[in-house]
């Protein structure tokens, strides 16, 4: 009687981590940066919330000029989250918000400008967000 013997070769079982090894290290700063872009949009949401106050504030002034933080029915500038690092602005309709470290610390700048026929707001993003594509 033949003794069959069952289970696996070393040679497979190191091919089997190896590939996981592989997958980890790709894997690991994909999911780094997926959560640092989650807590990112807590920033972005925040400042989403203040663009229609300010569209209120320039509709009652005429202009953005006196449309800041807590004044002109505008909110006070958010206390610190997980995502939103403390020291926001909003002065003169521009809105400056700073991510947490944990949210990359980077930082949104959505600056209000009137279309020709002086009828629209329109929105232009910037700040060191838009490198790494964590706004649009």
């Known amino acids: 009687m033949k003794n069959m013997q069952k ?10 981590v190896a590939i996981i090894g592989i997958l980890a290290a790709v894997a690991i700063p994909s999911y780094q940066d997926y959560t640092k872009k989650a807590k990112f949009s807590e ?3 925040i400042s989403d919330s203040y663009k229609q106050a300010v569209a209120l504030c320039h509709a009652d002034l005429g202009t953005f000029t006196g449309c800041d933080a807590g004044t002109q029915g505008i909110p006070a500038a958010p206390a610190a989250t997980t995502g939103l690092a403390a020291g926001g602005t909003i002065s ?5 918000f700073t991510g947490t470290t944990a949210a990359g610390g980077y930082t949104s700048v959505l600056s209000p400008t009137l279309n020709a026929a002086g009828s629209a707001i329109t929105w232009a993003q910037t700040g060191t967000c838009l490198s790494v594509k964590y706004c649009r």
């Not at 289970?7 to 091919?15: S, V």
């Not at 003169?92 to 400056?96: D, L, S, Y």
């Open 7 to 16: 289970g696996f070769t070393l040679i497979e079982l190191m091919i089997v």
């Open 43 to 45: 920033v972005l949401s």
């Open 92 to 96: 003169a309709g521009v809105i400056t």
